[in-house]
């Protein structure tokens, strides 16, 4: 079967530094990407890794281990704003990209 | 630069009756189109997904269906909707395949 795994919940505070894992496990693999979801909201795209290695985006990074199937985003010097769903998402074949459940941030002052 | 437009914004619908929901893309041509469903505190279940006009793949039997009537317009369309059938159903587009921007989506309830 094919699946993404990742925390349901992970708290921070303000400030800090999270980390976010992923590991998939499906058919194909063209890359990895992360998406950002506020409470009602729409995804927004943050980040893509095909190759290993670490992707940085300002405030936010992404790693990925091929490998390990493994992946993580980093989001640093977290702000209030930054409480939100994280979605990981793996291209397998062809034109289609599974979701994992997501992440749930809370971020405390 | 792209945009894309999805409505309504809010839609709730008794069991039994029809479904509509139609998805544009601006500012690009030959985009690959997506229709995903989200339930409450959930990831997102991909529905159909389209590589051109009149090409449709369906990932999940169900009683929806999609249609690409012109390159930049998508629709999802159910005859009779279930109760199962609510959720946050997102329209997405890309050209790359690796990053998607979605629609502002439409919340669905099923009466």
């Known amino acids: 079967g094919q699946s993404l795994e990742q925390p349901s919940e992970v708290t921070a505070v303000e400030g800090a530094i999270v980390q976010i894992n992923c590991t998939y496990q499906t058919s194909g693999f063209y890359g990895l990407s992360w998406y950002q979801q506020h409470d009602g909201g729409a995804p927004t795209f943050l980040s893509y890794?095909?190759?290993?290695g670490l992707e940085e985006t300002g405030r936010f990074s992404s790693f990925l281990s091929r490998s390990d199937s493994y992946g993580y985003l980093l989001l640093q010097e977290l702000q209030m704003k930054d409480s939100a769903s994280y979605f990981c998402?793996?291209?397998?074949?062809?034109?289609?990209?599974?979701f994992g459940a997501g992440t749930r941030l809370f971020v405390k002052a | 630069s792209q945009t894309i437009h999805q409505w309504p914004a809010t839609l709730v619908q008794p069991v039994g009756s029809p479904l509509s929901l139609e998805c544009t893309v601006e500012g690009t041509s030959n985009p690959n189109l997506y229709w995903y469903r989200q339930a409450a505190g959930r990831g997102l279940q991909l529905l159909f997904y389209s590589v051109g006009i009149g090409q449709i793949s369906s990932e999940v039997p169900q009683n929806l269906s999609a249609s690409r009537p012109q390159d930049r317009q998508f629709i999802l369309s159910s005859k009779k909707l279930l109760l199962s059938d609510s959720g946050f159903y997102l329209c997405?587009?890309?050209?790359?395949?690796?990053?998607?921007?979605f629609g502002s989506g439409t919340r669905l309830t099923v009466v």
């Open positions: 997405a587009w890309s050209e790359s395949n690796y990053g998607y921007t």
């Open positions: 998402a793996v291209r397998d074949q062809g034109f289609k990209t599974i």
């Open positions: 890794n095909a190759l290993d």
